[in-house]
């Protein structure tokens, strides 16, 4: 089971009550550009705060296949058969190196990055390919 650090969810969520506060502020000062781009990034970071507190299990193996998150609170249940493969991107740009687990069913493609697994995507990779083979 692979789940989003609990401490990611928290910091999102204390991030929307600062975007939260400074709209408050500007709309107290009568800057409206300010609240313009308060009041969105306050409600995306929320949002997005509130989906690891609901869900922040984004990826269970077991015996009979995986478990992955689908949509914004959703599971969907893939058995090992279904998946046509498991792979990690890894990318580098700008002197950083970035990592994506992608598993591919077929009709759908599921990517992951390190902070909604809390592990490193290449460990995941290998312990899915031991499980399901």
Do not use: N, Q
């Not at 313009?36 to 509130?50: D, N, Q, R, S, T």
């Not at 580098?92 to 009709?107: H, K, P, Y």
């Amino acid at each position: 089971m692979w789940k989003v650090r609990r401490e990611l969810a928290v910091l999102k969520i204390l991030g929307a009550l600062a975007c939260a506060g400074l709209a408050l502020y500007w709309w107290a000062g009568a800057d409206v550009g300010g609240v313009i781009l308060a009041v969105p990034a306050a409600v995306l970071i929320g949002a997005m705060g509130l989906r690891d507190l609901l869900v922040p299990v984004r990826l269970a193996a077991d015996e009979s296949g995986i478990t992955v998150v689908h949509g914004f609170a959703g599971r969907r249940h893939v058995p090992w058969e279904a998946i046509c493969d498991i792979k990690v991107d890894v990318r580098r740009r700008w002197g950083l190196r970035s990592e994506m687990l992608e598993i591919d069913t077929g009709d759908f493609l599921h990517i992951f990055s390190p902070h909604e697994l809390g592990a490193s995507p290449t460990d995941v990779a290998a312990a899915l390919r031991r499980r399901g083979t």
